[in-house]
């Protein structure tokens, strides 16, 4: 399509892709909190669990996708730094285990979202510059 020519193309996709319940391990972290990581940590279209897994909760990537980049947008924070920290926030939750984001960036340039002057608001979504 000639209207996405020159623009980045970004595929999120919040499924499970396949059958096995990763095993999960803590994280070494500094202080009292308790970081959970899956088996599958390590690798930076962006998946809410790598190949061959399930997830427990299926809004959680979403969940944690729309309160980072809402939060995040308007100060031109990069989105690879939003998946860094999407990353951090889904460890914070109790279903984190099921949770191993992974990304495949091909791109050699960052991303950064500008907020528009008007916006639709579409069921409990927003749209800004063709992100929900």
């Not at 980049?69 to 031109?76: D, I, L, P, R």
Request: hydrophobic content about 35%.
């Amino acid at each position: 399509m000639e209207a996405f020519k020159d623009l980045p193309k970004i595929f999120i996709i919040d499924a499970c892709r396949g059958e096995n319940a990763p095993k999960s391990y803590e994280l070494a972290m500094r202080g009292n909190e308790i970081l959970h990581g899956h088996n599958d940590d390590g690798f930076l279209i962006i998946w809410s669990t790598t190949k061959g897994h399930r997830v427990a909760d299926l809004s959680l990537l979403s969940h944690c996708m729309k309160n980072v980049v809402t939060s995040k947008y308007k100060s031109g924070y990069p989105f690879k730094k939003m998946l860094q920290d999407i990353r951090t926030e889904i460890r914070k939750n109790k279903s984190s285990e099921w949770y191993c984001v992974e990304n495949q960036d091909t791109t050699d340039y960052d991303i950064i979202f500008q907020q528009r002057k008007s916006f639709k608001k579409i069921s409990e979504h927003f749209i800004w510059d063709g992100f929900i």
